[in-house]
């Protein structure tokens, strides 16, 4: 007989239906992050007017919009720039009002942002609901793996954390399938609208979901996260340890018991606690002489996932191996999505076996390597190596840099300073991502398939920055034991 461990019951018992729905619901802003990321990649040369099958518009808005090069990248990065924002403001935004209510906050960006893009006569229509659709994008990807990481069993939480990324992936997935079929004439417009139908579908979801526990607990409420963790989990499931990690956590004995205690006698019980339960902001992070090492590690995984080079692919892939490809570019863009898919899926259970720090260097190890082969591809006009280059590239990708970054900065400071951390992650994202939006078109006209050494050489500094620095975060139940801080008191 096989051990219990091994027995899918046991572990499908942590997956009642509301688990999941509330998961799937939340997951769909990321989703649309990857969406709104990856949207205007394969109907580039239909919306800038480069197809020569372009007939003239027989309704008030242009069936297509002229740029530049330069136009384009602004168009592209300002989408870049709203996520700065959104990411900037979800976490004292989490730490305020809560997990849920952030998340509905991100959808009225969701579902306004497209309008304009897909409505848009002109650059600056377009531009603006970019920036919409960039903040609501920005802030779900700080949120989202927040609420994650507090209502996923504990034993799971790097897998179920790797969903971030996956939905991420499936988003890009869904516009390029869209931007395959429908980029022609004004369909274009029906790829950008798509992006307000999900969004609007994640804000009913949103009705029906709940607040994190864990959140509702250190607001001083344990008797009602007991009851909305009991609903997550099902009546049959044993929450008294997690519970008990809360405490350990940050919600110690006094916190729980002020639950039980009238007005008066709460404050006279925990003036001390208080401070604690209160989010910190990003200032007070920064300074803190603990987080702020825990700042800077964030901040270079975060720069790391862009600075590799992974949305050069995402966001220019079809027109950086057109003349290399012709009409397959297209093609090999949707192999990309579905391969970022699959390995992304099939690498998560990786993050809580090997570890998120062993992930991450392998990962940038195969990405490094990967960008060489790319760039000898490219530049020796190797149609092959470059498709199967690309394909190693995204496959390393999703090993590691892909999911761990967003798991990570939950894992490396306490509760009270998660919503500030993850701005400050986020933050750092969205302008490596914005320099790599804006600079790469113009880099890869200049150096062509030699941009890629470029990006081989930033994958092979942040290896040995991470493998120095960043500290491993699997099996360690807090901050303090992931900083060694408990073994510098005993």
Same mark, same amino acid.
């Given at each position: ?11 499908? /018992? ?48 242009? &069936? ?31 730490? @305020? ?6 998340? &509905? ?14 409505? /848009? ?152 606690? &208080? ?16 987080? @702020? ?101 995204? /496959? ?41 939006? &804006? ?10 398939? @030699? ?40």
């Amino acid at each position: 007989m096989a051990p219990a461990t091994m027995d899918p019951r046991t572990w499908f /018992s942590h997956l009642t239906p509301y688990f999941v729905y509330v998961l799937f619901i939340a997951t769909l802003g990321p989703l649309l992050f990857g969406f709104h990321l990856a949207e205007l990649n394969a109907p580039e040369d239909v919306i800038r007017c480069k197809k020569d099958s372009i007939r003239a518009a027989a309704a008030t808005l242009p &069936q297509c919009i002229e740029m530049t090069p330069t136009q384009w990248g602004v168009v592209g990065s300002t989408y870049t720039l709203g996520g700065l924002i959104g990411a900037l403001s979800a976490g004292p935004l989490a730490g @305020k009002y809560g997990r849920r209510r952030t998340m &509905q906050i991100t959808t009225v960006f969701f579902i306004l942002g497209p309008v304009f893009e897909a409505l /848009s006569p002109n650059i600056g229509v377009m531009s603006f609901g970019r920036l919409l659709s960039g903040v609501g994008a920005g802030a779900s990807v700080v949120v989202v793996p927040i609420y994650i990481s507090e209502i996923a069993p504990p034993a799971e939480k790097g897998f179920f954390g790797a969903f971030t990324q996956i939905m991420c992936n499936v988003g890009i997935l869904v516009t390029q399938l869209l931007g395959y079929f429908l980029s022609h004439g004004q369909y274009w417009r029906i790829i950008l609208a798509a992006g307000g139908v999900i969004g609007m579908v994640q804000s009913l979801g949103l009705l029906l979901s709940t607040e994190s526990p864990k959140y509702i607990a250190e607001q001083g409420n344990g008797t009602q996260a007991k009851r909305i963790l009991r609903k997550i989990r099902g009546e049959g499931a044993d929450i008294d340890e997690e519970i008990s990690d809360w405490q350990k956590d940050g919600m110690d004995d006094a916190d729980e018991e002020q639950t039980l205690l009238g007005d008066e006698d709460r404050e006279r019980v925990t003036p001390k606690n &208080q401070q604690r339960e209160e989010a910190m902001s990003i200032g007070q992070v920064l300074r803190h002489p603990d987080y @702020k090492k825990a700042a800077i590690a964030v901040i270079m995984v975060m720069l790391a996932q862009q600075l590799s080079g992974i949305n050069s692919i995402v966001m220019y892939g079809v027109s950086l191996l057109a003349d290399l490809l012709e009409s397959n570019s297209a093609l090999l863009n949707l192999a990309v999505s579905a391969v970022n898919i699959i390995f992304t899926a099939a690498c998560a259970p990786l993050v809580d076996k090997l570890g998120r720090k062993t992930c991450l260097l392998q990962s940038l190890a195969g990405m490094g390597t990967s960008s060489l082969l790319l760039a000898f591809g490219i530049i020796n006009h190797v149609p092959v190596l470059s498709a199967i280059a690309v394909l190693l590239f995204v /496959s390393s990708f999703a090993l590691g840099l892909g999911p761990v970054p967003f798991i990570l900065s939950a894992e490396l400071v306490g509760p009270e300073a998660v919503g500030a951390t993850q701005s400050i992650a986020l933050a750092a994202n969205w302008i490596a991502t914005f320099l790599v939006a &804006q600079f790469f078109p113009l880099a890869s006209a200049k150096l062509h398939g @030699k941009v890629y050494f470029i990006f081989a050489a930033l994958s092979a500094f942040f290896f040995l920055f991470i493998g120095w620095f960043v500290p491993e975060t699997k099996g360690k139940k807090n901050a303090d034991e992931v900083w060694g801080r408990e073994r510098r008191v005993d």
